[in-house]
């Protein structure tokens, strides 16, 4: 089985084919934005479970809690947004996984540091390098951190510099809050690649222009 097209858009500016990618392709190319599942292990075990009660679907969040949806549950697999997929294997706590176009794959990267997209109990994830932390998830979710740093800095109608994007979870928060433009700048191009898949990164070809984004 195999992902087809409308799994992935492209940001503006890239040149990559706005059709099928090949496999593996976002982690080339951070400027492709994922809309396949991202499974964790409470909800590949919720599907697994189901298909084992002989239930014919599945209803969940697939997208790290962005939304709910039924998933079809068939002998060979299971079939979201009108694709199909084979039944994940075993799969790891506090790990994020993504259909890479062969399989569920980790959404972690090494180059010299070890960088991962990691769940959350308040659903946005926080991600690490070499094991640490990013982003406060200890008493409050990761994007409502960055709404109240937002709400320092009042955006509503500002243009503004934003540095170390990461997530982009501030930018996306300075967007809710009527910001005219935010200029986003991530150095890291891993985390790039880790925003491309995360659902609760803002996409900067939905914003109306009001977000840039640049790896610098």
Known sequence: PAIGPGAFSQLPGSRASPCKPRAGEPADNPRMRYHGPLLTKPAADGLLAARDAGEPAWSGSLDLGRSSAAAALLADGWEWRGQH?????????????????????????????????????????????????????????????????????????????????????????????????IQSFEKNEDVLWLRALNPWSPDPATSGGRLQLAHA
């Open 85 to 181: 997929y084979p039944y994940p294997g075993t799969l790891k706590e506090r790990t994020i996984y993504w259909w890479d176009g062969d399989g569920f794959a980790a959404v972690s990267r090494y180059a010299g540091s070890l960088i991962k997209l990691v769940p959350t109990e308040w659903d946005a994830p926080t991600f690490e390098i070499d094991g640490i932390k990013m982003l406060p998830t200890s008493k409050e979710s990761p994007v409502d951190d960055a709404r109240r740093k937002v709400a320092l800095v009042q955006p509503a109608g500002k243009h503004l510099l934003d540095t170390c994007g990461g997530l982009g979870y501030f930018a996306a928060c300075c967007l809710d809050a009527g910001v005219a433009s």
